[in-house]
């Protein structure tokens, strides 16, 4: 990828009916709002820019990570590495964790405390990460190649890579940039043009989530409708014994002749409000210029589509990371050929990515918030 590529045009202007003017994302109701699960991991330098971000005022409130995470649309997964106890900086025998010595150590250059930031990470984002410890899995040559160069990241890579990501955002360019990892620039401008920062990223996905969460509730009064007429002929069918399709034709012949009876100016304001409706859902629609953007700022951090896996346990945990709940050990097995036993047995021997619950449900090990 050349810089020439990943240019970003300019950024559209604000609208009355822009996706960020829309309400905040929350967890699905119904089937069409089942948005995929956007599988993403990050660096500890990236979670240090968000917990910067969150530390500000009302921060967290305008946090599009945090909006995506609460809402179950996001799922955000971390190294072990980048949580190990260590020994604080500035309070020599308290043990922190090592993301947050990091916040020590650029918080020394900053005037805001580091305890700020730490405060945020704690309360905000870390009940949201899933800490995954890949020890025991197939090493592959991306984290081999990582591991040459940087030691510390290449369990995030061999993550990254298991679960076969959505999106990879880091800044470290000495330890991801030769592979195929994309890493996010440290300066505002590349080659001249605007270059994304992490919250343009985030935003631009929970935009996304939000045209398509508000355009499927605009579709919920016509589909319970079309639902309940469905359900109302099949019904009659079963009683008159008369084909269902009959049944419809005769049903939209009487609707037509009972739409005509009603007054000009009734059928006119029927007219309107549908006009109105659709006009409606048509102006919450992303225009091309905004699509355009956004998909020049995924370009930064979304990874192509992955390899099929073949190991059973990459197999798991693919389907684990975009799972909304524990998947029964049977249908693990099935997706991998393996018979459930066998698949269990598997499975057990990594407590840092599984996690075993009971009635033989499986997921990957929990972030913090999904316990409580």
């Known amino acids: 990828m050349t810089d020439a590529v990943l240019a970003l045009p300019r950024k559209p202007d604000n609208r009355t009916h822009h ?22 991991a990050m660096d500890a330098n990236v979670l240090v820019d968000l917990a910067k971000s969150c530390a500000k ?33 500035i309070h020599p025998g308290v043990t922190i964790e090592r993301i947050e010595r990091s916040m020590e150590k650029v918080a020394s250059l900053k005037p805001r405390p580091a305890s700020d930031w730490q405060t945020a990470w704690r309360t905000h984002l870390r009940p949201w990460m899933h800490v995954l410890d890949p020890t025991g899995m197939p ?35 000495r330890a991801f940039a030769p592979t195929f990892l994309p890493v996010l620039p440290s300066v505002q401008h590349v080659g001249g043009q605007s270059s994304p920062g992490v919250l343009n990223i985030l935003a631009a996905w929970r935009n996304e989530s939000r045209v398509h969460q508000y355009t499927s509730t605009l579709a919920l009064p016509p589909a319970v409708v079309t639902a309940a007429v469905k359900e109302g002929i099949h019904a009659l069918s079963r009683t008159t014994k008369v ?21 000009t100016d009734s059928r006119t304001s029927l007219k309107r409000s549908l006009l109105a409706y659709l006009d409606h859902t048509m102006e919450i629609q992303q225009t091309l210029e905004e699509q355009t953007y956004d998909r020049a700022l995924r370009a930064w951090c979304e990874l192509p589509t992955w390899e099929s896996a073949t190991d059973f346990r990459i197999i798991a945990a693919r389907h684990l990371a975009r ?11 099935e997706l991998g050929g393996v018979t459930p036993r066998t698949a269990g047995m598997r499975l057990r021997k990594h407590p840092g990515l599984f996690r075993e619950w009971q009635c033989g449900l499986w997921s990957l090990v929990p972030c913090t918030a999904e316990l409580l």
Request: aromatic content about 4%; cysteine-free.
């Open 19 to 40: 996706a960020s003017s829309l309400p905040k994302l929350r967890q699905p109701l119904w089937p069409l709002d089942l948005h995929q699960i956007r599988v993403v």
């Open 57 to 89: 005022a009302n921060g967290a409130e305008q946090s599009a990570l945090l909006e995506q995470l609460h809402a179950g649309r996001i799922r955000v997964f971390i190294s072990h590495q980048d949580v190990e106890p260590v020994e604080s900086m």
């Open 139 to 173: 090493a592959s040559e991306v984290h081999a190649d990582v591991m040459m160069r940087d030691a510390d990241d290449a369990d995030l890579a061999l993550i990254a890579e298991m679960l076969g990501v959505d999106a990879f955002l880091s800044r470290d360019g």
């Open 243 to 263: 084909h269902p399709a009959l049944l419809l034709i005769a049903g939209v012949a009487l609707g037509t002749v009972a739409f005509r009876a009603f007054p």
């Open 323 to 333: 799972a909304r709940r524990p998947v029964p050990v049977a249908t693990l097995a």
